[in-house]
């Protein structure tokens, strides 16, 4: 058993080195998202505080407020990106038979897809969320006490879980229709719609819908209700922040499983 988790552990290190060495052959392509992304996240939260402050709260949120559950959406979004954003391709894998690598080599097929791929402009990602995180925790005077910290790091955790579950999930339809671009630009459009902003500020069946249905709400929203003492409009029986990862496993659990079963359908391929 330790040979088998050894043997897995070298091959994920080698293919990380693999991945870094190809994208380091182009590096101004790197510097122009480094510049151009958190510019782009840092304009998008200076346009929340601007409509906060100039008209009133959304929905009994303060711009502090919003700034930290924007981060921890930030956050998860970044590392989402970092790890999971193969998953934005199965259908160009799919069609292009780019699988049949995969099919003949003596590793897990999910497992080789996932470190296949560690895309490095989830850090420049990153570096907004940090600073957002960070300013937003300081002005709502976020106590950074031993389980608080163990908290944020629970729910970054579940909450990178939800968004690449998802993304498996919404790519895997490809390898029955050959086509599911169009539904990853749909819930990317999604996350940014119900995870930079509180859940409550939307009528209360999307907020059923993006709780129970797909759960987004537990990816920034919830966690932030519990760090900041905000009525989230639902009761759980735990704290928000230990619902985060436990959402976060079942998904990828139903991605993972979703994923081998339409691989069964994959056609490679072919002549």
């Known amino acids: ?140 005077n976020f106590e950074w006490t031993f389980f608080n910290t163990i908290k944020i790091l629970l729910v970054l955790v579940g909450a990178t879980l939800i968004r690449g579950a998802t993304y498996t999930i919404l790519g895997s339809v490809a390898f029955w229709t050959k086509s599911s671009r169009s539904l990853i630009s749909m819930v990317h459009a999604l996350f940014e719609r119900t995870t930079y902003y509180p859940l409550s500020i939307y009528p209360t069946v999307i907020q059923v819908i993006f709780t129970f249905l797909l759960p987004f709400g537990f990816i920034s929203f919830y966690p932030a209700c519990e760090f900041l003492g905000q009525d989230s409009g639902f009761d759980f029986p735990l704290e928000f922040a230990l619902w985060t990862p436990v959402v976060g496993v079942i998904l990828e659990i139903i991605a993972v499983s979703i994923f081998n079963r339409g691989l069964k359908k994959y056609e490679s391929a072919g002549s």
């Open 1 to 140: 058993m330790l040979k088998h988790v050894k043997h897995y552990i070298s091959v994920g290190a080698y293919s990380l080195r693999m991945s870094f060495a190809r994208q380091l052959e182009y590096p101004s392509f790197l510097i122009c998202w480094v510049i151009g992304n958190p510019l782009n996240y840092m304009m998008g939260v200076w346009m929340i505080g601007v409509i906060t402050q100039r008209f009133q709260a959304l929905n009994g949120w303060t711009y502090p407020q919003i700034a930290f559950l924007y981060g921890i959406s930030l956050l998860s979004h970044s590392l989402s990106v970092l790890l999971f954003i193969q998953t934005w391709g199965i259908e160009r894998m799919v069609i292009r038979g780019s699988f049949d690598r995969f099919l003949v080599r003596p590793v897990g097929v999910f497992f080789q897809f996932c470190i296949d791929y560690i895309n490095l402009i989830g850090f420049t990602d990153m570096i907004p969320g940090v600073i957002i995180f960070v300013y937003g925790s300081s002005v709502v």
